[in-house]
């Protein structure tokens, strides 16, 4: 163990408020871990609020571990140090469970690299029962665990709080020493899945034959767990530090999930139903970070749906806070919002148009016209709020080379409709994302459009815009979008490459070449509505039936 990495843990701990420190004598040890860096795991509310859930249990002792930045990642190895949790500094061996937060597919090769660092053999198959339990949650896995099945231990599908409690119970009531015994045990509890227990089976094409448990104790199909009263559990910033993306900002959950039903999007099917927090909850949790001084971040995907959204803003504002939003519909843009976000000194908002066109939003289910956009910009501007971003997504269903010209003509009218309304023009940035066809989407039959195309239309809506002051264009590359969709889409042999991927360090061109598998199996195929897909073994509530008619509904639209 090296003093350089001790300071630096220290350095961390000294900017937080809120960090949570117990004794370990006669507890059950957690290292919750964030395949990422600090600042972008402790960004994460989610990852916040199950580190505070553990930590309100009295049988357990939560810490932190995160994938260290470059340089600390070479003092480990220079060390030869494994990786060590944040607070008390120990092992992750020391452990007896280490818990990986995954909300996102781009991290899953973070997690062997972390497994690696920590000394802990990568495959679960390898693990005796000296080696602590790897676990895992978020919402990546919960659409779809197949491409880490071999290297988790368990898997957290669906909202994990009450869960927990039921796992931790499981895990005192069976011998320590007995791994296999208790994730049996753990395999019957509603929202656990322990792929072990499970064999899929393949035809001569490739595609799954069968996905079958092992023993007749464990079910068939896996039930994702949700919590039926959303102020159960207090949802709001347990730390707060400078070193995140909000900096210094106390976040509060205000809703969970979306009544809206954009087919590409997984927000539903994972937090199906949609559940507003009680407004006595919520401002309550808001007056505990207005004691601290804070600006107020809200979050949750339909913030306005809430039907006392305003009324908490006025709350908030009225007592001398100020709110602050990631994102927000177009048409929930009213003056009354507008004017509380420009109250609180909001010069900045993301909408997401996603398309460039009427008909390709019809496609996509929107939900909202071009006009009501222009609408917002209009509200947005007259109250002084003059920098906007905004959202699109290229390579979906239907689209054609129209509807990217569709981006740079929208662009261009959201532009002309700002200068209409003032003279002096802020910034205009567009935020351009691949498709990415996602498990228990309408879209999941979809392919992932060629990285070649994609490109040119990139370079169609940058041509498009590139002399227009005030207007720039970001964009995530698409080679990056196929990597997450064959995340997204594989199944567990999509394990062999994320292990040769780790073996080249990230990458992936050399391992495909150096494997038989061929990537473009999961990520550029239409798939047939009857095919098994990896992730039909999980209940969310939704009918594969229903999915399928929503996606044939959309492409009749193209
Ligand atoms: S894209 Fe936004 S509005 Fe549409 S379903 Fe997802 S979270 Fe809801």
């Known amino acids: 163990m090296t003093t350089r990495i001790i300071l630096s843990h220290r350095r961390l701990l000294d900017k937080e408020e809120g960090t949570i420190t117990k004794k370990w004598g006669g507890k059950i040890p957690i290292c919750l871990v964030f395949p990422n860096s600090y600042h972008v795991g402790m960004s994460n509310l989610g990852f916040q609020l199950l580190y505070r859930h553990l930590n309100s249990l009295p049988e357990v002792v939560c810490e932190r571990a995160f994938l260290p930045e470059r340089k600390q990642w070479e003092e480990y190895l220079r060390s030869n140090t494994p990786l060590l949790s944040l607070e008390s500094c120990k092992p992750l061996l020391q452990f007896h469970i280490v818990a990986f937060s995954l909300p996102f597919e781009n991290d899953f090769l973070h997690l062997l690299s972390i497994l690696q660092l920590a000394k802990i053999p990568l495959r679960s198959q390898e ?12 919402a990546a896995v919960s659409l779809n665990p197949e491409p880490l099945a071999p290297f988790v231990d368990l898997f957290f599908i669906g909202e ?30 509603e929202g656990l899945y322990v792929p072990a227990l499970y064999q899929v089976t393949y035809d001569q094409k490739g595609f799954i034959e069968a996905f079958s448990p092992l023993n007749k104790k464990v079910p068939d ?36 999930g979306c009544p809206m039903r954009c087919r590409f999007c997984a927000v539903r099917s994972l937090y199906l139903p949609f559940r507003n927090r009680d407004i006595d909850v919520l401002i309550e949790e808001a007056d505990l970070g207005l004691q601290r001084g804070r600006r107020i971040g809200l979050i949750g995907s339909a913030l306005a749906d809430h039907p006392h959204f305003t009324g908490l803003c006025e709350h908030i504002v009225k007592k001398g806070g100020k709110i602050s939003i990631a994102s927000i519909r177009a048409d929930a843009i009213t003056p009354q919002v507008a004017h509380l976000l420009a109250q609180s000194g909001h010069r900045t908002v993301a909408i997401a148009p996603e398309t460039g066109s009427e008909r390709l939003r019809k496609v996509v289910q929107k939900g909202f016209t071009e006009e009501e956009i222009l609408s917002a910009v209009k509200i947005l501007v007259a109250h ?46 567009l935020s351009i994302n691949p498709f990415i066809p996602k498990a228990w989407t309408p879209f999941q039959w979809h392919p992932f459009d060629e990285v070649k195309r994609l490109k040119e239309k990139i370079k169609i809506i940058k041509r498009g815009l590139q002399k227009i002051p005030h207007l720039r264009v970001l964009y995530e590359l698409p080679k990056w979008g196929y990597i997450q969709t064959l995340l997204s889409m594989g199944d567990r042999r999509v394990a062999q490459l994320l292990l040769l991927a780790h073996q080249t360090k990230g990458d992936w061109p050399s391992a495909f070449k150096n494997s038989y598998i061929n990537p473009d199996f999961w990520v550029y195929r239409e798939k047939k509505k009857e095919e098994t897909f990896p992730w039909d073994f999980i209940d969310h509530g939704l009918q594969k039936e229903t999915l399928w008619r929503e996606y044939i509904k959309a492409l009749n639209k193209g």
């Open 127 to 138: 693990r005796d029962d000296r080696i602590p339990l790897i676990v895992a949650g978020g």
């Open 160 to 189: 994990a709080e009450e869960a927990w409690i039921d796992f931790l119970k499981a895990f005192q009531g069976v011998d320590r020493g007995s791994k296999k015994e208790f994730l049996e045990e753990a395999a019957k509890i």
């Open 221 to 256: 199909r896996v039930k994702k767990r949700w919590l039926k009263d959303p102020n159960r559990f207090p949802s709001h910033s347990t730390i707060i530090t400078p070193l995140t993306e909000f900096k210094e900002m106390f976040l509060l959950e205000v809703n969970r």
């Open 384 to 429: 002084g709020i003059n920098n906007l971003r905004l959202y699109f997504i290229i390579g979906l269903p239907t689209e054609s080379w129209e509807d990217i010209e569709g981006i740079v003509d929208l662009a261009k009218r959201i532009r002309h409709q700002m200068l209409k309304e003032r003279r002096e023009l802020g910034e205009i940035t």
